[in-house]
Nanobody, 133 residues
């Protein structure tokens, strides 16, 4: 059974940091790209934050995440992390990790498409991040 489980969310003040984890099981980790999405209160769409192709370490970031967030992985533990620094109230959202099979895929395709939630096959239940002003 495929499972993605997020952890590490919480309540933090503006300027603070959090580290989210996404523990994956039930599939061959190296064959997938893992992404972080978020859904802010009152919005009906999920916004791509960052993603990583596990096999080669290629990463992508949304403009809102560049220079503040860092995606990384521990492949031995099938876990992807999102280190979030200098958090702002606009970062308040439920954060989801998602996975899509990308073994043999073209990086140019993923570069354009990773921000679309419909690309991803598997999702975790999410973890709440709240940043107070």
């Amino acid at each position: 059974e495929v499972q993605l489980v997020e952890s590490g969310g919480g309540f933090v003040q503006t300027g603070g940091s959090l580290r989210l984890s996404c523990a994956a099981s039930g599939f061959t980790f190296d064959d997938y790209t893992i992404a972080w999405f978020r859904q802010a209160p009152g919005r009906n769409r999920r916004e791509g934050v960052s993603c990583m192709t596990v096999s080669n370490g290629t990463t992508y970031y949304a403009d809102s995440a560049k220079d503040r967030f860092t995606i990384s992985s521990n492949n031995a533990k099938n876990t992807v992390f999102l280190q979030m620094n200098i958090l702002k109230p606009d970062d308040t959202a439920v954060y989801y990790c998602a996975a899509v099979y990308t073994a043999g895929s073209n990086d140019a395709f993923l570069r354009r498409m990773w921000v679309f939630p419909t690309l991803f096959q598997f999702w975790g239940p999410g973890t709440q991040v709240t940043v107070s002003s």
